[in-house]
């Protein structure tokens, strides 16, 4: 069986070693944390820990002159595939291995399960389909930009009702952006909370008015805004409120919700935008057993698998071929791989941090963690990407890449650098796991693959897992840690979104308190730069100094994604990140062919 898309090495065996995944079982990023305290802002980065000093990095000589971000346009007319006829009504059935357990979407990191909430609520913009943002809440009127680029006005839809029958407003958006940022309580959003990197100050003219006033023209700010969890809240709303019930204005209104159990959604009838949703509701099962996931996906009842799943590929894609499911493909969709270390000894020694990198043998990471199906990456990007590196610049050619005798070499450099430190004799140190249940067999494989990894150059590691998700938050922040394994998903593939969270001081997630002036500096220059060919060189400069020059952590390799959606339900289109895009998880503009 050919897969396409796929490099398949000794698949048939990796098939018969490895457990199922299911992909609505989706497990949350492994190493994500819920929210990070915010510390007063700063025009490059809002330092989290007060350990770690805030940049304000001035652009080099002679860097490019900032010009304005891509023309705004106004709010497209909802137009289905116009091949098809839509078919109101229905209910979309979908199977959860787990619910969310708050109705904060701020707050909420596992894609599993705010994704489950999605359809309550809007966004300032929304993502459908491929990179293109728009604003989802705006008057025919739509938006556009004023003082070169920096200043984006938007002209709000009248009438937008939120599910308790008051009127959605400017302030609305204000406070819940002010939220995300945390500016209200200090709890920074983080999935979107790096917007404040960009966000200066907020106006509200009139209650259909709204200015985000910027610190720097971005082409990026549309696409954290459009990100799922990005979503508007009632002005003034505390969030314990949001603990128990949604406060949305979105195409569903919540009919009942049994914590844990099921939740049962229904077409908002007062809904803004003119015949949307097609839908007539949403229901959501959990079912704790694998089996009967498959079974309902299988079956029609599972809208939805993402994952790469490579045990059910064969069943799978069969569907595929038979007609009743299509599917989509995201290059290095589970996100950036890697042992990160803190700038505490012995990680505070570059040679320490060096001996890491090159004593990682990545093909058997990759192998605990994918079998066969891994895939290169460097500074968060992998081959094929458009920030990526080529896989034949990786293997053998990138220091801590190497394979067979060449990896015996580098893990003999990697023991040599130890001695060189003062540590030739080996250390006793702990490795810290997010959490008591580490999710995902993958993301298991990662933990322990890199303690063996460990061991063999001298660094002897104790697992120290977290107590819990706020622990986790607590000890990240505060730098509590030494050395773990970490996976993050993106939700932009965009380099501003992975540099402006963890590699410039003071970043919203930079728990591992690097700090370098030349990545702050050229991050602002890559930020304000428009020219894609600009860009892209520019971030290469930074990888090469995060990677080559400060050994800021050891990549590793991760793997793409696919989402499986059955024929039956019609007008899905591609998003940018079938994880996060609002769109995808919007579900007004599907519809099920019930033929």
């Known amino acids: 069986m050919k897969i396409p898309g796929v490099h398949v090495k000794k698949l048939s065996l990796w098939l018969t070693l490895m457990v199922p995944l299911l992909a609505f079982a989706i497990a949350c990023g492994a190493a994500e944390e819920p929210a990070a305290p915010a510390a007063p802002k700063a025009p490059v980065a809002a330092a989290i820990a007060t350990s770690v000093p805030t940049a304000t990095p001035t652009p080099v000589p002679g860097a490019a002159p900032v010009v304005a971000a891509p023309a705004a346009t106004s709010v497209p007319t909802p137009t289905p595939d116009a091949s098809l006829t839509p078919k109101r009504g229905g209910t979309l059935e979908v199977v959860n291995s787990s619910f969310t357990q708050t109705f904060d979407m701020y707050l909420e990191c596992c894609p599993n399960q705010f994704e489950q909430i999605g359809p309550l609520y809007n966004n300032l913009f929304v993502n459908y389909e491929g990179d293109l943002s728009e604003c989802e809440i705006c008057s025919p009127a739509g938006w556009h930009l004023e003082d070169e680029g920096k200043t984006m006005v938007f002209t709000l839809e009248r009438g937008i009702k939120f599910h308790d029958g008051t009127e959605l407003t400017s302030a609305d958006v204000k406070y819940s952006l002010d939220m995300i940022m945390g500016n209200v309580d200090g709890m920074v959003s983080p999935r979107c909370g790096v917007m404040k990197e960009y966000i200066d100050s907020i106006e509200t003219p009139s209650a259909y008015s709204l200015k985000l006033k910027l610190v720097r023209p971005s082409a990026f700010l549309p696409k954290i805004l459009s990100v799922g969890c990005g979503v508007i809240n009632p002005d003034g709303l505390a969030r314990e409120a949001l603990r128990d019930a949604p406060h949305g204005s979105g195409p569903y209104i919540l009919k009942d919700w049994i914590p844990n159990v099921s939740g049962e959604f229904e077409a908002n009838p007062d809904y803004f935008k003119p015949g949307l949703p097609y839908l007539g509701g949403i229901s959501w099962v959990r079912v704790a057993d694998r089996a009967s996931r498959a079974a309902a996906f299988y079956t029609g009842k599972g809208y939805k698998w993402v994952g790469y799943s490579p045990a059910e590929f064969p069943r799978l894609f069969k569907m595929v071929d038979e007609g009743n499911a299509v599917f989509f493909k995201e290059l290095c969709g589970d996100g950036p791989h890697g042992a990160w270390m803190t700038n505490k000894a012995p990680f505070d020694e570059l040679k320490v941090r060096q001996a890491v990198n090159l004593g990682l043998d990545r093909q058997s990471i990759g192998t605990a963690m994918y079998g066969d199906l891994y895939t290169p990456q460097l500074l968060h990007y992998c081959s094929g990407q458009p920030w990526g590196t080529d896989e034949s610049e990786i293997w053998n050619v990138e220091p801590g890449w190497g394979t067979g005798a060449k990896k015996e070499q580098e893990r003999e450099q990697a023991k040599a650098l130890m001695t060189e430190a003062g540590l030739g004799s080996g250390i006793d140190i702990k490795q810290f796991v997010t959490n008591p249940n580490p999710s995902g067999v993958g993301y298991t494989g990662g933990i322990l693959a890199l303690q063996d990894e ?70 602002l220059l890559m930020s304000a730069e428009l020219d894609a060919e600009k860009r892209k060189d520019i971030f290469f400069e930074i990888q090469h100094i995060i990677l080559d020059q400060d050994q800021g952590y050891a990549p590793g390799p991760t793997i793409d994604r696919y989402a499986f959606i059955p024929s039956r339900l019609k007008n899905f289109k591609q998003p940018r990140n079938v994880y996060f895009s609002s769109g995808f998880m919007r579900k007004d503009k599907i519809w099920i062919d019930q033929n």
């Open 454 to 523: 460990l061991g063999k150059i001298g660094i002897r590691t104790e697992l120290d897992y977290a107590a819990s998700s706020q622990d986790f938050v607590a000890r990240t922040s505060n730098h509590d840690f030494l050395v773990m394994w970490y996976i993050y998903y993106m939700t932009t593939y965009d380099p501003d979104e992975i540099i402006g969270q963890y590699w410039i001081t003071g970043g919203a997630r930079n728990n591992h308190a690097y700090s370098n002036p030349e990545v702050d500096a050229k991050f």
